[in-house]
Every structure is written in structure tokens, then in C-alpha cells.
């Protein structure tokens, strides 16, 4: 399977290094309603797969990588040749109308602007000023790779609840939604609720029970915050599971956090069968207060 091809803000590669035996092992299909870098979606290489964020320019990059790979790649290789701070800039003012173009430069910044974050302002343009990183081209053959996993994904620009509606009996979800707590208290959330307030959070805990009673199977991931049990509680299992803050620029500043897993379908995990007591599994909290 291959790495996923972005670096993206609370991607989950770190998760499933460590924690694969939370994930169910058979399912019809998969659906990955909180795309971003889809670490997830390129572990499990499914057979059948919906994709969808609502980042349109992150959208369109899968879009064209699962049709035109090979075109991709070699304007990557193109601009490796080419790739300097000026070129940079200028790319970052450009607003090519072609969707390949779109993709390209979407790759290109994304592989060398600082620290791989993702960051618009109030006109929607990207303002991440260049990093430290010159690595412009992908390993031969890597993308021909990613395009072939893609091959029996549809890819969509939607709402999370319009694709965690259309999932049925013998689906998995696995939502990864941008971590929000009712009351904020890091400068991080604060950022993330202007992009997904907590009433998101309540619509998604709803989604999620809807096609759970429509026999759906999901793991939805979060901050582990007290907020965050109670709004699952009396829904399946609550995983604790831990993980490095590697977006910190400053390695010092990056330090061990915990984050919190819900599922509603039984798991192979256990503190013993993960390792090291890497997993905590303690039992769903009893509502506290009613939710709308
Ligand atoms: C934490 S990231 C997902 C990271 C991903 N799991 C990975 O491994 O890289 C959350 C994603 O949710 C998307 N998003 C935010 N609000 C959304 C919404 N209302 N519906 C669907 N996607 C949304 C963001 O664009 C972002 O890509």
C-alpha cells in the first residue's frame, strides 16, 4: 500500500502504525467522509470506496490523480527542476482554470510549504509561506500506485452527512472529523471550531447513529475530552490511544498527546494484543445531559 501523497494537518498515519487491529477486518464498502491526506483509505487499500471533503482544490487532487497520474508526475518532475523561492511565490499567486493545473500546484505547495500546513485566508487563498523541504517530485511509479488505489474509489465534494447518509448495511465509516471540544481551551481547537463548530460535532454523532441503525459499522476519531465521551456515550467502544504532535515546529514542543477512538463494533485490540498498553479501553460514560 502506499504512504499516503500529502502531509496533512491531523492525518493519521501515526494511527495506523500503531493501533491496525482497531479496524474492522471485512466490510462491504468504505467510506472516508473527512478525506484530507486519506492515510486510512491507502492502509486498508479497500476494494470499494467512497472519498469525499469538502476541500474542493483537495478534492480535485484525487480526482485527477486516480485519471491522470502519469501527467501529474511529470510536471512534478518538471518543477523539482525548476523549484526555487521565487518559483514558489509566483506559483502561490497563480490561479491556473485547468484542473490538472490545479492539482499540480496544489502538490507542489503542499510538498513545499512550511511544515506541510494547510492554511487559507478570509478570500480563500492559500498563505503558507515556503519551508525547508526542496523534495518537489514523487519516487517513480509512486503515483501510478496512488491511481490505481484510487481506481475503485468515487470521490466526491460533499458534506460530511450527505456521504455518512448513503452508508448502508455492511458499510464501514471512518470519520476523522477536525477536532473541536464544547469549550476550547487550546489555541489549536480554537482555531479548528471556526471550521467545524461543536453543533458539527452533534450532526456528526447523529450521522454516525443513523447508519449504525441502519447497520453500519464505524470508528470515529477525536480530541479526548470529556465533551467528546459524553457526547458518544451509551455508543460502543472508547479507545484512548496515544500519539506524538508532529505538526509543532519546534521538535521540543512535540509531545505525546492522547486522542480518543469511539467504535460500535467489537475490536481485536486490547491492551495486550497492540503492545506496550498503547490502548486504553475503558467503558462508555452514561449520558450526562441530552444532546439536540
Ligand atoms: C483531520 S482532517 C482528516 C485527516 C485524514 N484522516 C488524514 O489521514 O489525513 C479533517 C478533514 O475534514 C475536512 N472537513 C472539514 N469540514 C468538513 C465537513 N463539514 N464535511 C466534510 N469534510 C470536512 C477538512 O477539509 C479536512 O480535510
Known amino acids: 500500500m502506499p504512504e499516503p501523497f500529502l502531509k496533512w ?170 477536532y473541536t471540544v464544547m469549550h476550547n481551551n487550546n489555541n489549536f481547537l480554537k482555531y479548528n471550531s471556526s471550521l467545524f463548530s461543536w453543533s458539527d460535532q452533534v450532526k456528526l454523532a447523529a450521522a454516525l447513529k443513523r447508519a449504525a441503525a441502519r447497520g453500519a459499522a464505524f470508528m470515529v476519531s477525536n480530541a479526548d475530552h470529556l465533551c467528546v465521551r459524553d457526547l458518544y456515550a451509551g455508543l460502543g467502544n472508547h479507545f484512548q490511544v496515544n500519539r506524538s504532535s508532529i505538526l509543532a515546529a519546534n521538535s521540543l514542543r512535540r509531545r505525546k498527546t492522547t486522542e480518543l477512538l469511539i467504535t460500535n463494533y467489537g475490536c481485536q485490540a486490547s491492551k495486550r494484543s497492540t503492545g506496550a498498553g498503547a490502548v486504553g479501553l475503558y467503558e462508555s460514560p452514561k449520558p450526562t445531559s441530552q444532546k439536540a
Open 9 to 178: 494537518p491531523g492525518g493519521k498515519r501515526w494511527l495506523v502504525r500503531r493501533y491496525s487491529p482497531l479496524f474492522p477486518s471485512t466490510y462491504q464498502r468504505y467510506l472516508e467522509p473527512f478525506l484530507g491526506g486519506a492515510a486510512v483509505f491507502f492502509h486498508l487499500a479497500p476494494r470499494c470506496a467512497l472519498l469525499s471533503d469538502t476541500n474542493k482544490d483537495l478534492v480535485n487532487v484525487y480526482q485527477c490523480l486516480k485519471k491522470h497520474a502519469k501527467t501529474i508526475d511529470q510536471q512534478l518532475c518538471d518543477l523539482q527542476r525548476k523549484h526555487s523561492e521565487k518559483l514558489y511565490y509566483r506559483i502561490r499567486a497563480m490561479r491556473p482554470t485547468g484542473s490538472v493545473d490545479q492539482a499540480v500546484r496544489f502538490l507542489y505547495l503542499n510538498r513545499t510549504c512550511f511544515n506541510g500546513i494547510y492554511r487559507v485566508n478570509l478570500k480563500g487563498d492559500f498563505n503558507v509561506p515556503i519551508g525547508t523541504k526542496n523534495l518537489v517530485a514523487y519516487p517513480d511509479g509512486y503515483l501510478e500506485v496512488v491511481s490505481k488505489c484510487l481506481r475503485h474509489a468515487s470521490i466526491r465534494h460533499v458534506d460530511f452527512e450527505v456521504a455518512i447518509d448513503g452508508a448502508a448495511t455492511g458499510d464501514f465509516i471512518f470519520a476523522d472529523p477536525p
